[in-house]
């Protein structure tokens, strides 16, 4: 099978995936909506994260379907960087799904403060403050390099990086409003999305 095709494969396979993980859990960890004491309300972020989402799924069926219909968004990245982008796309479902495991019915889709929810700081929490958020960027990252297309790529990315920022302000402002003095310490010992140096 030739290369072009091979990724062609693979893109598709990663973004099902990552929705298949992401319904999984939503359909099995999700708490009751009265188990929250506080939520984030969707936004003007949350709108544009969407409707860039839905460009990225677009502009990836179009590639698997006809790569020539993107070619004007090609890139000419060497196999190598290609398949660099399967092994971190890789990595991070491994993140992903260390860091679910850890939270377990910790874990909710929609940032919230739930009753009785303990802050969790084992697992890779003990170095990393958002790692499922990490492990978001490097998966839908990833799709810059395995489709060798920055349309894809940038909107998959421009996706992920605005929806964690906005989720990561508020989930930080809960846990300190919640957890107080903890969650300060917490902050001082661990990177926000990648372990301090």
């Known amino acids: 099978m030739e290369t072009e095709n091979i990724f062609r494969v693979i893109l598709p396979i ?89 939270l377990s019915y910790s874990w909710s889709d929609t940032p919230r403060m739930m009753k009785g929810q303990p802050l969790v700081t084992s697992g890779p929490y003990h170095s990393i403050r958002h790692p499922i958020y990490t492990a978001f960027i490097l998966i839908l990252g990833s799709t810059l390099f395995i489709s060798s297309n920055w349309l894809i790529g940038l909107c998959w990315a421009g996706m992920t990086i605005l929806e964690t920022t906005s989720r990561i302000e508020f989930e930080e402002s809960l846990m300190l409003e919640y957890f107080g003095d903890q969650y300060r310490e917490y902050m001082k010992n661990t990177g926000r999305l990648f372990p301090k140096v």
Do not use: C, M
């Open 14 to 102: 990663l973004i099902l995936a990552f929705v298949a993980h992401r319904g999984y859990y939503v359909k099995n960890q999700s708490k009751p909506e009265d188990a929250t004491l506080k939520k984030r309300e969707e936004g003007i972020i949350s709108k544009i994260a969407g409707a860039l989402g839905l460009l990225g799924f677009i502009s990836a069926l179009a590639y698997v379907i006809n790569p020539t219909w993107l070619a004007w968004a090609t890139i000419s990245f060497p196999a190598w960087l290609r398949w660099a982008g399967v092994v971190i796309a890789l990595l991070g479902f491994g993140l992903l799904q260390w860091s679910q495991v850890t």
